[in-house]
């Protein structure tokens, strides 16, 4: 089965590391996402990973690409898919003059309830927007507040091993914020880095979500 965070793991952990390894494979594998379209849209991940490759090399067949998913999106060809909120936003803030981030944070406000994995894909995708449009910036970032004070247990009730993949979500969503200002470091760090000791001695720690919350370890312990 294909492991759809491959290519964000690859990234992530190019970017907390600087190995050219990681850089290297996630090139290769962006690569052969696009010869294998074959008239389908690549998905939120391999969209986000042509931006990623557009930085990297200039070469405007990325652009190409990214464009393509883009507008299909903007035309409603096809509804924008949770996990292509980050590139959305991302395009949306490169090449779109940030036209569509009233859309974006109306996406988020709209949910009553949150997993783990919602609040990382609300994380990521406040990374990829601008500060300048402060008052979509500043809802997202209440609202991830509020997802995690709602699935974090208490202090006194958080386990010593993780119950569930949810958890592992909420840690990688915990850690990034913390690293990227949304979240109080000295409040909230701890809970992250707890998560992320059991999900180190617990789970597969390669590939796919492995490495992206690998990488958002890193780079908290960097700042």
């Known amino acids: 089965m294909e492991d759809i965070y491959e290519l964000p793991g690859l990234?992530?952990?190019?970017?907390?590391?600087?190995?050219?390894?990681?850089?290297?494979?996630?090139?290769?594998?962006?690569?052969?996402?696009?010869?294998?379209q074959d008239g389908t849209l690549l998905s939120g991940p391999e969209a986000g990973?042509?931006?990623?490759?557009?930085?990297?090399?200039?070469?405007?067949?990325?652009?190409?690409?990214?464009?393509?998913?883009?507008?299909?999106?903007?035309?409603?060809e096809t509804a924008v898919p949770e996990a292509a909120m980050p590139f959305y936003a991302e395009y949306d803030t490169l090449f779109n003059k940030k036209a569509h981030y009233g859309e974006i944070a109306a996406y988020f406000e709209g949910k009553k309830a949150w997993s783990g994995r919602e609040a990382a894909v609300l994380i990521d995708t406040i990374e990829k927007m601008s500060m300048e449009i402060y008052e979509y910036y500043r809802a997202l970032c209440d609202l991830l507040k509020q997802a995690v004070r709602q699935k974090l247990p208490a202090e006194g009730q958080r386990p010593e091993v993780l119950l569930n993949e949810e958890e592992a979500w909420l840690g990688y969503a915990v850690l990034k914020a913390c690293s990227l200002g949304v979240l109080n470091r000295e409040k909230y760090g701890e809970a992250g880095l707890r998560i992320w000791r059991c999900f180190e001695v617990q789970q597969d720690k390669g590939e796919g979500f492995g490495n992206m919350l690998k990488a958002q370890y890193l780079i908290f312990e960097k700042n």
Do not use: H, P, S, W
């Open 49 to 76: 990973a042509c931006l990623f490759a557009l930085r990297q090399t200039g070469k405007q067949e990325y652009r190409k690409a990214a464009d393509l998913v883009f507008n299909r999106l903007v035309n409603g």
């Open 11 to 36: 990234i992530q952990m190019y970017q907390a590391t600087g190995e050219a390894e990681y850089g290297e494979r996630a090139l290769e594998q962006t690569n052969r996402a696009i010869l294998r």
